[in-house]
């Protein structure tokens, strides 16, 4: 590379806007890359069409930086602890202190402030441990790509791509840099993620004008678009932060739709917002009518509000989640967006296609015959030139081709002219040969009935017939007859030519059948036990397939599935969006499904009001997984495919997934405990404490002492993310239901607020308690109520019953002991506190043992109603049919 070449960062800022030139790489590359010869702009960029030498890409890596889009701002350590003092309460209480000291209560400030620290640092620990964990875990799933190094085709992690590369694509690749093509052979690419244009466009090398906007750039190819078809070599010129689509990354990810469970999170906290600031303004005004100190009546307020808000929620959901995704992991499921897990968790229906999943996906080639069905070393031949000589998309058939046994056919006869590569639109595969003893021979292969399209002759023993209708019937009959057995059928033709110097699409008619290609993929071995297993969690399988009605049915029977509620991509094609939505839902098997209808398939089922996830791994599947709830691909995927998932599985295994939802619903489940503990007991308190403050001659708590009592109540739920989840829990969806925590709330917070009266008329009328013993009296009662209502509410069954983590137990029994002790120690007086009379403390625990038992009752009963009132609804309906997953209406409604 030439020393004179300057730094990309010095370069002009990229323009995203239509025809605006980019020259942002080298001080040597012209304006308008995609109007200048291919020639001279490889030797603006010192690099030739057979790649860079590695030491040279190398000098260029560190030069211009990796290809990723610029890091954002608050992966540091240090970012990530500033973003905890974002929070509005936490500035308010700030603020307070800093009244405080203005108007000389600096011991109370610094308490106050020593506190909010140390639960900033407390929240900080896990959430940067939580995001430390998950960029391990997303190191797994790095993209590939296939580049030319020292003239050698080299595989490279896609973000050591520099510009001069030369970068080799194919159908399934995301495209991971800007350049221009090179060379290319039916070369489609979808750019909607750019342009927004549907349909796949065709690329070539040439030249396009200066003034070109991304559309009309047909030499060019962009970062995050996608190969449909074809092969390409291109030249890399832009990467990283200077490519169009790092413009434009940052609108794309506020495109990606918000999840049910972080839909649930923010309307939680509109509900305690709600609460929070009525409570602040009654109980503020109500003291400063009462004549009570202004500062003292704000920070007793302000305390209130921090005592009542889950403030650490943020940290133990991104702890919850980061710990689910590492046991997610270690099951052999890789987690892209945390988010997804919860979706999974609440997954209802499977989509998934049968290869691989409920087959073995090990596809062998068990029979090549000729058009009368009899065995036919002739199209065993053509079908293995074809299969070995094509170099577009890679695929189980042509190596279960390649690798079938034969008599040792002698392949270094033939000469490969020309091809057609695969596409999703003919469904066929066409190689030319040229047989170096007489003639050129098109061979073609793919879907029967897509074949017989391209013929109009049948090649049997006699030559050539006119294919009429009878040997349309009896091809028909065939195919039929060994769909019905199981078999995916195949049809090949082949048609000869001479002195033909190009072959193209337009080739492929009046082509002679000549025989079919018989593969089998057996059931997978206990796979009818994991769709068993998923039945037993509430999740319905649906296949989805382009395999012909008669494979997917013998398929359906084998493994234990319904097959005889079937619709075929012809139905489907006929029908309006609202009847799919009517009939998709009373489907189990989609059959000779085009690619493009995948994706009505998963939206009619979201819309009738399933959570949906949606299996797949090709190229064709992208557009479904996105539209799917959840995403799930495989590490052996198609770029496009994995990129657009949400949840990678490292092994095509339907067991594996099963593991991964019920990881999803421990999850799940350990974020509702936080939220259910710190609402249940905290509601209850804070209402005590206001309406105490009201009719006390003092203040119940101190601000300090209250939030001493958050502070300390807060540390067992650190260990919540790794608590013990009972199996009754994992046995179905779980989804958001803000009027069932609403009543939760409610009720276990009016049994706290019955107690802490019980508690007040104790220290009142029988301890005869002066305010420094009420309030230290009145500190431990809380401390230990909330702490024993963890027990309580962390399970739907008895507490005995269910065993908590070991950490979990700890860090309660532990709080407790430092909550009794702390009135008896040297810093006391600092918080306010005094030692407690041992009658008043036998008072206190046999308060918090009553509290447990009445606090069971209603547990039982709350639980008891829910299940009474699922029962009437429905458990199995679908989710439209029941309350979404906030109690509102389903995400998606009928029109």
């Known amino acids: 590379m030439a020393t004179g070449t300057a730094d990309a960062r010095d370069q002009p800022a990229a323009m995203a806007g239509e025809g605006q030139p980019i020259s942002r790489l080298s001080g040597h590359v012209a304006h308008a890359y995609w109007s200048i010869e291919t020639g001279d702009l490889a030797g603006q960029l010192e690099t030739s069409s057979s790649g860079l030498p590695s030491v040279d890409a190398a000098i260029r890596l560190a030069k211009f930086g990796r290809n990723a889009l610029a890091s954002r701002s608050g992966g540091s350590a240090l970012t990530v602890f500033a973003r905890q003092f974002r929070s509005p309460l936490v500035l308010i209480l700030v603020f307070a202190a800093a009244v405080s000291v203005f108007v000389g209560e600096g011991h109370e400030a610094a308490i106050i402030g020593a506190i909010v620290l140390a639960s900033c640092v407390l929240s900080f620990t896990q959430e940067y441990g939580a995001s430390r964990a998950m960029e391990v875990l997303r190191q797994r799933i790095s993209r590939k790509a296939t580049v030319l190094r020292d003239s050698i085709e080299r595989t490279i992690d896609v973000e050591e791509i520099v510009p001069g590369d030369v970068v080799c694509l194919s159908a399934g690749n995301l495209i991971p840099v800007d350049g221009v093509i090179l060379e290319s052979r039916d070369f489609n690419v979808s750019e909607s993620v750019l342009t927004g244009e549907t349909f796949p466009v065709v690329k070539s090398a040439g030249r396009s004008a200066p003034e070109a906007g991304i559309a009309q750039r047909t030499n060019a190819v962009f970062t995050g678009t996608s190969v449909r078809s074809g092969t390409a070599k291109v030249l890399a010129v832009a990467t990283g932060a200077q490519t169009e689509f790092a413009s434009i990354a940052e609108a794309l990810e506020r495109r990606i739709p918000e999840t049910g469970f972080a839909r649930g999170i923010r309307m939680f906290g509109y509900l305690m917002t709600e609460i929070m600031l009525v409570i602040v303004i009654l109980v503020f005004f109500a003291n400063v009518m009462l004549e009570r100190p202004l500062i003292e009546s704000l920070l007793f307020s302000l305390a209130l509000a921090v005592g009542l808000t889950p403030e650490l929620l943020p940290a133990i959901i991104s702890v919850t989640l980061a710990k689910g995704a590492r046991m997610m992991a270690a099951s052999g499921v890789i987690v892209r967006r945390l988010d997804a897990i919860e979706n999974l968790g609440s997954m209802d229906l499977l989509c998934t296609d049968k290869t691989g999943t409920l087959t073995e996906g090990v596809i062998h080639l068990d029979g090549a015959f000729d058009v009368e069905g009899i065995a036919s070393r002739k199209v065993l031949l053509w079908a293995r030139l074809n299969a070995i000589l094509q170099t577009g998309l890679k695929n189980p058939l042509d190596e279960a081709i390649a690798s079938a046994p034969h008599d040792q056919d002698d392949l270094s006869g033939f000469t490969k002219i ?336 019955v107690f802490d009266f019980a508690t007040f008329a104790f220290l009142l009328f029988v301890a005869h308690a002066a305010a420094a013993t009420f309030q230290t009296a009145w500190f431990v009662e809380s401390v230990l109520t909330q702490l024993a209502i963890l027990f309580i509410v962390r399970t739907h069954v008895r507490p005995w019953n269910s065993r908590p983590s070991r950490l979990l137990a700890g860090l309660a029994f532990g709080v407790g002991g430092i909550a009794v002790a702390i009135p008896f120690a040297p810093f006391a007086k600092w918080f306010g506190f005094v030692p407690l009379p041992a009658p008043v403390l036998a008072g206190l625990l046999a308060i918090t043992a009553l509290y447990i038992v009445v606090s069971e009752v209603t547990k039982t009963w709350l639980f008891d109603h829910g299940r009474r009132r699922r029962k009437t609804t429905g458990t199995h309906e679908p989710r439209a049919n029941r309350p979404g997953p906030l109690g509102e209406e389903p995400r998606r409604s009928v029109p």
Not at 449 to 455: G, P, R, S
Not at 457 to 484: C, H, M, N, Y
Not at 513 to 528: I, S
Not at 542 to 561: C, M, P, T
Request: glycine share 8%; aromatic share 8%.
């Open 418 to 753: 020309d091809e057609s590569p695969y596409d999703f639109v003919r469904k066929r595969l066409s190689v030319a040969v040229h047989d170096n003893a007489l003639e050129q021979v098109l061979i073609t292969k793919g879907a029967v009935q897509n074949v017989i399209e391209a013929c109009g002759f049948v090649q049997d023993r006699d030559g050539l017939t006119p294919l009429g209708a009878t040997e349309r019937q009896a091809i028909d009959e065939k195919f039929r007859r060994w769909s019905a057995l199981g078999y995916r059928v195949l049809g090949l033709a082949i048609r000869r030519f001479q002195d033909k110097a190009s072959f193209s699409r337009d080739d492929e008619t009046e082509m002679a059948f000549a025989g079919f290609l018989l593969f089998l993929d057996p059931p997978k071995e206990g796979v009818r036990e994991t769709l068993s297993a998923l039945a037993d969690r509430g999740i319905g399988v649906k296949v989805v397939s382009g395999d012909n009605r008669y494979v997917a049915a013998h398929v359906a029977e084998a493994i234990g599935l319904r097959s005889d509620r079937i619709m075929t991509g012809e139905d489907l094609a006929k029908m309006t969006k609202n009847g799919l939505l009517a009939s998709a839902r009373n489907i189990d098997l989609f059959v000779e499904i085009d690619p493009n209808q995948k994706e009505r398939i998963v939206e009619a089922l979201r819309r009738s009001g399933h959570v949906v996830g949606y299996l797949g791994d090709g190229i064709n599947d992208a557009p479904a997984l996105h539209e799917a709830d959840i995403g799930i691909s495989v590490d052996t995927a198609v770029d496009v495919a994995r990129e657009a998932a949400d949840i990678i599985l490292l092994k095509r295994d339907l067991g594996v997934l099963v593991r991964g939802v019920d990881d999803g619903r421990k999850t799940f489940a350990n974020t509702m405990k936080y939220i259910s503990i710190t609402t249940s007991a905290n509601f209850g308190n804070m209402i005590s404490m206001a309406a105490a403050s009201l009719y006390l001659p003092f203040l119940p708590l101190l601000a300090k002492q209250i939030l001493l009592n958050n502070f300390l109540s807060d540390i067992p739920s650190l260990a919540i993310a790794g608590d013990n989840v009972d199996a009754d829990q994992l046995r179905r969806p779980r989804h958001w239901d803000i009027h069932f925590i609403r009543r939760f709330m409610v009720s276990f917070g009016l049994v706290s607020s």
